[in-house]
Nanobody
């Protein structure tokens, strides 16, 4: 089954740190960009950060200097280290990949994880 599986969400106090990770299933065998999106309560989903196969990164302005995205191409994993968390970072975080899969017939498609909840609260 083609999937991305997130882990590492949870409850953290403001100013704290949390790391979320994502692993691709074996059916995903070529990945261009990997990234993290988030959807705060009552708001639309937004890009948080993404990283290319060569390691070029992109961040939304509100997380620059606080979040760091990294990936392991050999393992098809991506992680997001979140430091100095703020209440506004509370959201469901989704892993995303631009990937070729066993079902995509040679075409790169978007694959999404199921989401992991990050709550920043005292």
């Amino acid at each position: 089954q083609v999937q991305l599986v997130e882990s590492g969400g949870g409850l953290v106090q403001p100013g704290g740190s949390l790391r979320v990770s994502c692993a691709a299933s074996r059916d995903i065998f070529s990945i261009n960009y990997m990234g993290w999106y988030r959807q705060p309560p009552g708001k639309e989903r937004e890009l948080v950060a993404r990283i290319s196969r060569s390691g070029v990164t992109q961040y939304t302005d509100s997380v620059k200097g606080r979040f760091t995205i990294s990936r392991d191409n050999a393992k098809n994993t991506v992680s997001l280290q979140m430091n100095n968390l703020e209440r506004e970072d509370t959201a469901v975080y989704y892993c995303n990949a631009d990937a070729m899969t066993s079902q995509s017939m040679g075409v790169y498609v978007e694959v999404w994880g199921q989401g992991t909840l990050v709550t920043v609260s005292s």
